[in-house]
């Protein structure tokens, strides 16, 4: 195992109604005046702003509100809510969503603190050093910003879909209510279902340390993802899987499984960013389209661990053979693996591994995910 710190100051509250108590976490910190983030109006249709206005009323907590956050975070409404908080005094930020919702609002919290461009921290012009808390009510789970100081966000003028990363982005409390994911659509379900596999596997196939511990706590996070997702399309109100698949998705990217590995890499995500900022594809489809080409473009780089994943999650000795198996397995779900399932036409593929090979050059992989290979990889697509 290598050497590492790991360190996560979220705290979770998990369970039934605990969205109505998001006042009492709110006044630990001493808010006083909030900005809620929210996408679209269902959390009014619904009765959650509702619950949440109450609960701050109680506690003499102001508010204003940001709208209209889309399931690709776009910069301009990041831009939008910065203006805001400096313009309200604002004192903390109340994400009320799903993780589109909770990168927003860490993107506002990084930029309220600061007096340049905010996409400064995205492309490492500048290191975020101060922000103003986060608080996240979840309504869906994939992406365990609930629990991480990750936000990936889109620059509509440059069609850049890049990250920050800071533990000051971490919310302080995240609350998590199952009842509240009910409604998700299985289209959703589906892509969050895809997203927690990718954030599990990227470092399970690419660290040159992995221990079977390690490995072990990916392979029950993907087990279980596989089993509950099943049973919730069947019975969308499945309370227990729905708590089971919630508390597995925040493991799958809150730090836990990839300490003590070693140069882990994040190819995928890389990949599947271009197809958010050119075509507008959902992260999740976008990842279940990336995901089978770059295994069978990558299988050889490290068969051992291909064979132990198809050993382990599919009861298989053919690791090619547990490829093709996830991939049946993400289009039974509904979530499709072509390019042309996403409408991607073969033209695309070009554009799509440029703008993907400066990030990965951003993120160090340039060397290796140049724009030639991320054709090929898309090409099995």
Not at 163 to 175: D, E, K
Not at 191 to 217: G, K, M, P, W
């Amino acid at each position: 195992m290598n050497d590492f710190t790991y360190y996560n100051p979220t705290r979770i509250e998990f369970g039934k109604n605990k969205e109505n108590d998001i006042s009492t976490y709110l006044e630990e910190s001493s808010s006083k005046n909030v900005l809620i983030v929210y996408g679209s109006d269902r959390i009014k249709d619904n009765g959650l702003f509702e619950k949440v206005v109450s609960s701050l009323n109680k506690k003499n907590i102001s508010f204003k509100e940001l709208s209209g956050v889309v399931s690709n975070p776009l910069l301009s409404k990041v831009n939008e809510g910065i203006k805001i908080v400096k313009e309200n005094n604002i004192d903390a930020i109340l994400a009320v969503g799903g993780g589109s919702v909770a990168d927003s609002a860490k993107a506002i919290s990084a930029g309220s603190k600061y007096d340049g461009d905010v996409w400064d921290f995205f492309i490492h012009k500048s290191e975020i050093k101060e922000t103003l808390p986060v608080y996240t009510i979840m309504t869906l789970s994939a992406t365990a910003s609930e629990m991480n100081g990750n936000s990936v966000i889109i620059n509509d003028d440059t069609k850049q879909k890049y990250a920050i990363s800071s533990v000051l982005l971490n919310p302080v409390v995240s609350v998590i209510n199952p009842e509240l994911m009910a409604s998700v659509s299985k289209e959703y379900l589906a892509y969050s279902a895809v997203d927690v596999i990718s954030h599990c596997i990227e470092v399970y196939f690419t660290a040159s340390v992995h221990t079977a511990f390690n490995s072990r706590l990916v392979e029950s996070i993907i087990k279980t993802i596989m089993e509950t997702t099943e049973v919730l399309l069947e019975n969308p109100n499945d309370y227990d899987a729905r708590s089971e698949f919630a508390w597995a998705a925040i493991q799958g990217l809150n730090g836990l499984t990839p300490a003590g590995t070693k140069d882990g890499i994040f190819p995928n995500h890389m990949i599947e960013h271009s197809l958010s900022a050119l075509y507008n594809v959902a992260h999740g489809a976008g990842l279940a389209v990336v995901i089978p080409a770059w295994m069978k473009w990558y299988k050889n780089n490290n068969e051992k661990q291909f064979s132990r994943f198809a050993k382990e999650i599919f009861s298989s000795d053919d690791s090619f053979a547990a490829i093709i198996k996830l991939e049946e397995w993400f289009n039974f779900i509904g979530a499709s693996t072509t390019l042309e399932s996403v409408n991607i036409p073969r033209s695309g593929i070009s554009p799509l591994a440029q703008n993907a090979s400066e990030l990965a050059k951003v993120w160090g992989m340039g060397e290796v995910y140049t724009q030639k290979v991320i054709e090929e990889i898309l090409e099995k697509a």
